[in-house]
């Protein structure tokens, strides 16, 4: 068996690889969706729980990746995933092992899924106001989220984290608010600019809350210092809220991109290889794992498609266009 990196040619090399298990997505958040939601992927597109593992083992076993994080969609609609979350356990329990979610099914899932190897949650709240959450969401769910939040901090998947996304003129005057709430419970929050991924492209960088906004706002209540750990290859700004210990962190992909730094590829629901959120290219696996290929082989594909990368995301380029996938079906 070969062992290689997932390496780019400028250098860096992916170790974190993010696993979209579904496109489909039970909230219908207005900046990520429209209301009806969208043309999900046929059932027999997606792979199969099997088909996941295989790929996760080949890039765990021959090509240095450490961290799976599963995303969707909405990664607990998935039946299987509690079952994917202890195979990959069983292949390697220094791997970790996380998803990214919107915590409706976390209440009932949390504590089957940490003692299946789960590390970690990220959960993705834009508000604590119950009629706010409902105009972004299109569901009344709120109360949902909160106890999800709880059972996943009580089944020990911590640090619990909190993603969020301002909205100009929807939830920007609720910055402090969210952090101070996050405080209170121990999660820690991050918000993040929004990104040219809604299926809508109705995107545009001057609707966009920038992350200059985004200290402005919370400068109005607390006090933020750069926290002393390096940030690294992680995405976010990490500051202490009031000398600490209390953090926040900041994701500012458009305004402060870390392409320079960035250590991860993507694999789609339906099994495609990106190597970038915002490629406008993918590499198929599925097609060569029901086609009978090895792990060596399906490993060479995937070494391939990492090297086409390229050196940023490139939003600011006049050249620029969003990729015909949403986040929904990217997988975060």
């Known amino acids: 068996m070969q062992t290689r990196a997932l390496e780019d040619s ?63 969609g909405e990664p607990l609609i998935r039946r299987g995933l509690v079952g994917i979350v202890e195979q990959v356990h069983a292949l390697d329990p220094t791997v970790e092992q996380s998803i990214t979610t919107n915590a409706l099914g976390l209440q009932r899932n949390a504590g089957a899924l940490a003692a299946a190897g789960l590390a970690r949650v990220n959960v993705s709240l834009d508000t604590v106001r119950r009629e706010t959450f409902h105009q972004i969401t ?72 920038t992350a200059e906004e985004i200290f402005a706002r919370l400068a109005e ?35 402060r991109p870390f392409c320079g730094d960035c250590d991860r590829v993507r694999l789609t629901a339906d099994g495609q290889v990106r190597n970038c959120l915002f490629a406008r290219h993918e590499s198929d696996l599925r097609t060569a794992l029901r086609s009978g290929a090895t792990d060596d082989e399906i490993a060479d594909r995937w070494v391939v498609a990492m090297g086409t990368k390229a050196a940023g995301h490139g939003i600011d380029d006049v050249t620029f266009l969003q990729p015909d996938r949403p986040m929904s079906a990217i997988g975060g």
């Open 10 to 72: 400028f250098g860096r090399v992916a170790s974190d690889l993010r696993v979209s298990l579904t496109d489909r997505c039970n909230l219908r958040c207005n900046y990520c969706m429209p209301a009806e939601g969208l043309d999900w992927l046929p059932t027999d597109e997606v792979l199969t729980d099997d088909e996941v593992v295989r790929l996760v083992r080949i890039g765990v076993q021959q090509l240095g990746v450490r961290e799976v994080r599963y995303t969707g």
């Open 138 to 209: 299109r569901r009344d769910r709120f109360d949902d989220v909160v106890a999800g939040l709880a059972a996943a901090d009580a089944a020990g998947l911590g640090p619990v984290k909190v993603n969020a996304v301002l909205l100009r003129g929807t939830n920007d005057d609720q910055a402090a608010e969210l952090l101070g709430w996050c405080l209170e419970r121990g999660y820690e929050l991050r918000f993040i600019e929004q990104m040219p991924l809604d299926a809508q492209h109705d995107w545009s960088r001057e609707g966009m809350i």
């Open 221 to 255: 209540v607390f006090t933020l210092t750069p926290a002393v750990e390096p940030r690294g290859s992680a995405p976010a700004e990490k500051f202490l809220v009031d000398g600490g210990p209390g953090t926040v962190g900041v994701i500012a992909s458009v305004t």
